[in-house]
């Protein structure tokens, strides 16, 4: 038998990714009546229902569909007219899609530690770092475990702030009855085949009840004009007649009248990518479900050892587990030679995230390390990521559970 030269990939029995699984005969034959219809594969009317749809299930009055999270986040950075010298709160937990538009403007950047019992920003650290020329809190729910958004909300209130929500992991999730990236000013989700639900492998939707910024993000998502036909008469400076040589008749309107007020870009979602995305959405709770179901078994599992912690779920919270985390003691366990067991034993495992504001584009922006201690540890010696997603069989969440109790009882110092 060969052996495994250093140059061959790991080939895990467990992927972390999901390939493909979520996808059936219903996304195809949406797609394939859409491609067939002979109607418009651009801007059309299955992206204003799957625009409706979404808007409905998170509770809010508008729902833009864009091309990915990262639009997202870069049209709801657009939407706070940030001046320079204006800050900005957030956490450094997460992945930087979630602040990249912030690299480009000369505004400060402040990183509002985490929550060890959650991952989540910590709202009294956020409270901490309110200044007078703070603007916005961008923040976001990890691995889908809704934020303390009640605390958060209270201090966007006392301080005139605008909350952005990047909830690319908590589509599926609940607060209290309300739907995460639905409770802040600004929602934001990432449809990447990663994600809760997918449109076609890539997709964003960015969300907002007030009426003036849905109308700005119409703007810029699509190159949308006034549609505003100005008369000939009056493109001509009040002249009845065209100059000499004009190519248009007397009375003529034409698409050179319609104006732009703004800079834009086209982000739209295509006809076909938005008929994947009505399908998914319907199939969420059952997405969800599984993603649920694997959880509860892998959370079981490592109940068996109490050098382990999983993220404290508060009651009338509903997880949807985009991602499973758990968080190990370093007296009792070393991480990374968790994360070698469980390879060696086919179980991929990720960590997410490093810490942003050690990223070496943060780090030349004054950040450092010490600045967010509790990040830092987490990622640094405690947690761990497991695959969670509905691709996997039955059979693939037993080796994962088998997997972990083998390394950890392997690993536990005594
Ligand atoms: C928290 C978070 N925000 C934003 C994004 C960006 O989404 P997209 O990949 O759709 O651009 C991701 C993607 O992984 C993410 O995890």
């Known amino acids: 038998m060969e052996s495994r030269t250093a140059a061959e990939p790991q080939r895990y029995t467990v992927p972390y990714l999901p390939v493909g699984t979520r996808i059936d005969e219903r996304e195809v034959e949406a797609v394939r009546e859409v491609m067939l219809s002979g109607a418009t594969l651009s801007q059309g009317l299955v992206r204003r229902r799957f625009e409706e749809a979404f808007a409905a299930h998170i509770g809010v009055r508008h729902a833009l569909s864009?091309?990915?999270?990262?639009?997202?986040?870069?049209?709801?950075?657009?939407l706070l007219d940030l001046a320079p010298g204006d800050e900005v709160i957030t956490t450094p937990q997460t992945y930087q899609a979630t602040i990249q538009p912030l690299?480009?403007?000369?505004?400060?950047?402040?990183?509002?530690?985490?929550?060890?019992?959650?991952?989540?920003?910590?709202?009294?650290?956020?409270?901490?770092?309110?200044?007078?020329?703070?603007?916005?809190?961008?923040?976001?729910?990890?691995?889908?475990?809704?934020?303390?958004?009640?605390?958060?909300?209270?201090?966007?209130?006392?301080?005139?702030?605008?909350?952005?929500?990047?909830?690319?992991?908590?589509?599926?999730?609940?607060?209290?009855?309300?739907?995460?990236?639905?409770?802040?000013?600004?929602?934001c989700f990432s449809f990447h085949s990663s994600k809760n639900i997918t449109t076609l492998g890539e997709g964003g939707m960015v969300t907002v009840n007030r009426d003036d910024w849905a109308d700005r993000l119409l703007r810029v998502r699509g190159n949308q004009s006034d549609m505003v036909l100005t008369s000939r008469r009056r493109s001509f400076g009040g002249s009845t007649s065209a100059p000499p040589g004009a190519l248009y008749p007397s009375e003529a309107y034409t698409h050179d009248c319609l104006t732009l007020r703004r800079a834009g870009t086209n982000a739209t979602l295509s006809e076909a990518a938005a008929a994947v995305g009505l399908v998914?959405?319907?199939?969420?709770?059952?997405?969800?479900?599984?993603?649920?179901?694997?959880?509860?078994?892998?959370?079981?599992?490592?109940?068996e050892f109490d050098a382990v912690r999983v993220p404290v779920v508060p009651t009338g919270v509903e997880h949807p587990y985009h991602l499973f985390t758990f968080f190990v003691d370093p007296d009792r366990v070393d991480r990374d030679e968790l994360v070698r067991h469980l390879a060696a034993q086919g179980v991929e495992t990720y960590l997410r995230y490093f810490p942003l504001h050690l990223l070496p584009e943060w780090?030349?922006?004054?950040?450092?390390?010490?600045?967010?201690?509790?990040?830092?540890?987490s990622w640094f010696a405690e947690h761990m990521n497991l695959p969670c997603h509905p691709g996997l069989s039955d059979t693939q969440v037993e080796t994962i559970a088998a997997a972990l109790t083998c390394a950890l009882t392997k690993l536990r110092r005594s």
């Open 66 to 78: 864009v091309t990915s999270g990262t639009v997202a986040l870069e049209l709801a950075i657009h």
């Open 103 to 187: 690299l480009d403007r000369d505004v400060r950047v402040r990183f509002a530690d985490i929550r060890p019992e959650t991952a989540n920003i910590d709202p009294d650290r956020v409270a901490e770092l309110v200044t007078p020329r703070t603007r916005a809190i961008i923040i976001v729910h990890y691995g889908g475990l809704p934020a303390d958004m009640d605390a958060l909300m209270r201090i966007a209130r006392e301080h005139d702030l605008v909350v952005v929500e990047d909830a690319a992991h908590a589509l599926g999730g609940l607060l209290h009855g309300r739907r995460p990236g639905g409770i802040g000013h600004i929602g």
């Open 280 to 303: 998914q959405l319907e199939k969420l709770p059952g997405l969800v479900a599984r993603r649920q179901a694997v959880a509860a078994r892998l959370t079981a599992e490592l109940a």
């Open 363 to 377: 780090r030349a922006r004054g950040h450092h390390h010490g600045e967010c201690p509790v990040a830092e540890r």
